[in-house]
């Protein structure tokens, strides 16, 4: 079993940053495809980022490339997601995933990943 929390949420004005975790207890997160995914009220869960189980290679949701960048730290059994250029849009509950996902192309799949947090929430103000 693995167990995620995600910290590092919170209210920030359009523009500004900030910089969520994901620390993970059970099992080494080493060999896991990481995910963050966001929920906005009355909207589906969408994909963000997800970043593979070495590191090597990322992957971004349109809407927030060049903005946000997901990175890891196994040793810390940690993912991390800084989120720059904040948008009034970006405001959702924020979540990360884990599992192991076989392809590159269903990176971005939330039915891909077995493991939750129970979120986070961003509220950017305009």
């Known amino acids: 079993q693995v167990q995620l929390v995600e910290s590092g949420g919170g209210l920030v004005q359009a523009g500004g940053s900030l910089r969520l975790s994901c620390a993970a207890s059970?099992?080494?997160?080493?060999?896991?495809?990481m995910g963050w995914f966001r929920q906005a009220p009355g909207k589906e869960r969408e994909f963000a980022a997800a970043i593979s189980w070495s590191g090597g290679s990322t992957y971004y949701a349109d809407s927030v490339k060049g903005r946000f960048t997901i990175s890891r730290d196994n040793a810390k059994n940690t993912v991390y997601l800084q989120m720059n250029s904040l948008k009034p849009e970006d405001t959702a509950v924020y979540y990360c995933a884990a599992d192991v996902v076989p392809y590159y192309s269903d990176y971005a799949r939330p039915q891909m990943y077995h493991y939750w947090g129970q979120g986070t929430q961003v509220t950017v103000s305009s």
């Open positions: 059970g099992r080494t997160l080493s060999r896991y495809v």
